[in-house]
């Protein structure tokens, strides 16, 4: 997948203010319920390097976004780690300032496809907990339509 570039001064803030650090990004990943036990998670900077394995696509897209959407996050590479079951990439997306799902839906997926927000919202899932609730500068994984 390579490298992934994120808003530092934007996304949550787990660090308490201080820099990021690997055994709190580590927790904070696994905590999604990801099944990402074997990614290791090392930090050099505002950058993230992600280590291991994933068995899918959608749960490495997920783990980079568990990971950059922290501020003080400004990168996730991922270049270390093995896809078991390698699939189509998704688009990654920065929200910005008036974006609904329902925007980002048709922007994405084309005039008429609003209704198809809900699936951006299930791919974001579980660091989206309600499709109204995304802020400028948080980055989304939208997959491709079947």
Do not use: C
Not at 11 to 35: M, P, R, T, V
Request: hydrophobic share 35%.
């Amino acid at each position: 997948m390579g490298m992934f570039t994120f808003i530092k001064e934007v996304g949550e803030k787990i660090f308490g203010g201080g820099d990021a650090k690997a055994e709190e990004l580590k927790k904070n990943l696994d905590a999604q319920g990801l099944d990402t036990n074997d990614i290791q998670v090392q930090v050099d900077g505002d950058q993230v390097v992600l280590k291991g394995k994933v068995k899918d696509q959608a749960t490495l897209e997920k783990a980079v976004l568990a990971v950059g959407n922290n501020a003080g996050i400004a990168g996730v590479k991922t270049d270390d780690i093995t896809v078991d079951a390698p699939a189509a990439e998704s688009v990654f997306y920065t929200v910005k300032s008036g974006d609904t799902l329902w925007k980002i839906a048709e922007t994405q997926y084309g005039k008429g496809k609003g209704d198809q927000y809900q699936k951006i919202f299930e791919a974001n899932k579980p660091m989206l907990k309600h499709p109204d609730k995304i802020y400028p500068g948080q980055v989304l994984r939208i997959p491709p339509l079947k």
